[in-house]
């Protein structure tokens, strides 16, 4: 390939062609999708990376837009020998308005600059989610990331104010002026944010920030039945007020991240489920939580464990966040991230270990996730990665059930052979043509939500 000229586009250190320095783009977090690529392509500024979109739709060049590269679906994975457009070095944070409650920044600040920008002024960002010092922001736009205070704050779709992007023939599209009201005709925010760079290569965003909590608590509850640890799950569902997450992990998990980061678990007592309660208010949280809908529990468990400073909080979301990394240690999981509709998450969890047993019973199953969204993490250790006849069985099973087979991480190169599942042949008709529009000459991120 003839990259002499994106040399010119993007200078020296814009373009890394020496393949040793590759692996970071060019392997997913999972290690389950990798790739080659002739380049790394680093644009520094939107009209670089306009013009390295209007260089590939010329010479019919694909490419592979990626943020922090912390997918899990090989949604940003140079597969076909791809270029990588990385938005790595797009990371200023241009305005944080202490009058409005809005950031805009580059694609490439991460999650945490976002945080981190917003708190220094007494906001807060309503994204959270454990890759947040490595995911970008732009990824996070890319896959409509959800993350742990989906409950309180929405999707990202719900925080993006304004987007700018540049669309498949290299023009840049949007606006970030950030008007509370603007019904001028279709929403691309909404449409590009979740488009997995297959329309458009997001490089800049306004985002919405909201009031931090007064007072912020965490509460681990253990339960010896699963069924009763997500009954309270609806219970905290219907009332809302203050509670801002509430994950779920069985005991399976808890033990593989206590041995493999020697921690000790917060009982003694082998227990079945585990609900980790987040909630963020103004003052007097504990006394308003002692009389809700967990009352009971709190009351009468044994299982019950607080944090009520940054430090103890932190202590009992270890046992939560850290289940990626301890399975990824034992293994490279079959990921499958679904959601199911509310009054179906019991029947799930209790029906899919027999679902995967039916195909392959020598598998290893840990459920966690996002218990207040419906959105259960399901990893398979086991099976060859190719081998996919358990993913297929488990995504089956969320369809029948209602639920969607791709919750929060996106559809990437996992699962665009099943996204008939969820969507009947004329969406996807449909989505096929918005693609066209958008990317006439199929060069951006192809693979990706549609099969090649
Ligand atoms: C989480 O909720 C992430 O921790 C990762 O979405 C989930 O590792 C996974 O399957
Ligand atoms: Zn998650």
């Given at each position: 390939m003839e990259l002499e000229s994106l040399r010119t586009i993007l200078g020296v250190k814009g373009i890394v062609t020496d393949p040793s320095l590759h692996s970071a783009y060019t392997v997913d977090?999972?290690?389950?999708?990798?790739?080659?690529t002739p380049a790394v392509l680093l644009p520094e500024t939107t009209e670089q990376v306009s013009r390295v979109v209007t260089w590939c739709y010329e010479n019919s060049v694909a490419l592979v837009p990626q943020g922090g590269n912390t997918g899990m679906v090989g949604g940003a994975t140079p597969v076909n020998g791809e270029l990588v457009l990385s938005l790595k070095r797009m990371t200023e944070i241009e305005e944080v308005d202490d009058s409005t409650g809005q950031i805009v920044a580059q694609a490439g600040a991460t999650l945490g600059d976002i945080q981190q920008a917003a708190s220094l002024l007494g906001w807060k960002y309503g994204v959270d989610l454990s890759a947040r010092d490595s995911a970008s922001i732009g990824g996070t736009i890319a896959t409509n990331a959800g993350g742990?205070?989906?409950?309180?704050?929405?999707?990202?779709?719900?925080?993006?104010?304004?987007?700018?992007?540049?669309?498949?023939?290299?023009?840049?599209?949007?606006?970030?002026?950030?008007?509370s009201k603007d019904n001028t005709g279709y929403h691309l925010p909404g449409l590009l944010c979740g488009s997995e760079g297959t329309l458009a290569v997001v490089t800049r965003s306004r985002l919405r920030l909201v009031r931090p909590p007064e007072e912020e608590l965490s509460i681990l509850l253990g339960f010896k039945s699963l069924n009763e640890a997500l009954g309270i799950v609806e219970e905290i569902r219907k009332s809302l007020e203050d509670v801002q997450a509430c994950e779920v992990f069985f005991q399976n998990g808890l033990n593989l991240v206590c041995e493999k980061f020697g921690i000790p678990p917060p009982w003694d007592t082998q227990l079945v489920a585990y609900l980790l309660i987040d909630?963020?208010?103004?003052?007097?949280?504990?006394?308003?939580?002692?009389?809700?809908?967990?009352?009971?529990?709190?009351?009468?468990?044994?299982?019950v464990a607080y944090g009520n400073d940054s430090q103890s909080r932190k202590r009992l979301w270890q046992y939560r966040d850290l289940h990626t990394e301890a399975i990824s240690a034992a293994g490279i999981p079959h990921k499958l991230d679904v959601s199911l509709p509310h009054g179906k998450l019991n029947e799930f969890c209790n029906g899919v270990r027999e679902v995967i047993s039916e195909i392959d019973n020598e598998t290893q199953l840990f459920l966690f996730g996002h218990a207040g969204d419906g959105n259960i993490h399901v990893n398979i250790l086991g099976p060859d990665p190719d081998n996919l006849a358990v993913d297929i069985a488990v995504l089956k099973y969320v369809a029948s059930l209602g639920g969607s087979i791709s919750a929060e991480h996106g559809v990437g190169r996992a699962k665009a052979h099943h996204l008939y599942l969820n969507r009947t042949a004329t969406e996807l008709d449909i989505f096929r043509k918005i693609k066209a529009v958008f990317d006439p000459a199929g060069i951006l991120n192809p693979g990706a939500i549609f099969p090649r």
């Amino acid at each position: 390939m003839e990259l002499e000229s994106l040399r010119t586009i993007l200078g020296v250190k814009g373009i890394v062609t020496d393949p040793s320095l590759h692996s970071a783009y060019t392997v997913d977090w999972t290690r389950r999708y990798s790739g080659v690529t002739p380049a790394v392509l680093l644009p520094e500024t939107t009209e670089q990376v306009s013009r390295v979109v209007t260089w590939c739709y010329e010479n019919s060049v694909a490419l592979v837009p990626q943020g922090g590269n912390t997918g899990m679906v090989g949604g940003a994975t140079p597969v076909n020998g791809e270029l990588v457009l990385s938005l790595k070095r797009m990371t200023e944070i241009e305005e944080v308005d202490d009058s409005t409650g809005q950031i805009v920044a580059q694609a490439g600040a991460t999650l945490g600059d976002i945080q981190q920008a917003a708190s220094l002024l007494g906001w807060k960002y309503g994204v959270d989610l454990s890759a947040r010092d490595s995911a970008s922001i732009g990824g996070t736009i890319a896959t409509n990331a959800g993350g742990s205070q989906v409950l309180r704050h929405g999707n990202t779709r719900e925080q993006i104010l304004g987007l700018e992007a540049v669309s498949g023939t290299g023009d840049v599209i949007g606006d970030l002026r950030g008007l509370s009201k603007d019904n001028t005709g279709y929403h691309l925010p909404g449409l590009l944010c979740g488009s997995e760079g297959t329309l458009a290569v997001v490089t800049r965003s306004r985002l919405r920030l909201v009031r931090p909590p007064e007072e912020e608590l965490s509460i681990l509850l253990g339960f010896k039945s699963l069924n009763e640890a997500l009954g309270i799950v609806e219970e905290i569902r219907k009332s809302l007020e203050d509670v801002q997450a509430c994950e779920v992990f069985f005991q399976n998990g808890l033990n593989l991240v206590c041995e493999k980061f020697g921690i000790p678990p917060p009982w003694d007592t082998q227990l079945v489920a585990y609900l980790l309660i987040d909630a963020g208010g103004q003052l007097g949280l504990e006394e308003r939580i002692s009389k809700g809908p967990l009352s009971n529990s709190l009351n009468a468990s044994n299982f019950v464990a607080y944090g009520n400073d940054s430090q103890s909080r932190k202590r009992l979301w270890q046992y939560r966040d850290l289940h990626t990394e301890a399975i990824s240690a034992a293994g490279i999981p079959h990921k499958l991230d679904v959601s199911l509709p509310h009054g179906k998450l019991n029947e799930f969890c209790n029906g899919v270990r027999e679902v995967i047993s039916e195909i392959d019973n020598e598998t290893q199953l840990f459920l966690f996730g996002h218990a207040g969204d419906g959105n259960i993490h399901v990893n398979i250790l086991g099976p060859d990665p190719d081998n996919l006849a358990v993913d297929i069985a488990v995504l089956k099973y969320v369809a029948s059930l209602g639920g969607s087979i791709s919750a929060e991480h996106g559809v990437g190169r996992a699962k665009a052979h099943h996204l008939y599942l969820n969507r009947t042949a004329t969406e996807l008709d449909i989505f096929r043509k918005i693609k066209a529009v958008f990317d006439p000459a199929g060069i951006l991120n192809p693979g990706a939500i549609f099969p090649r």
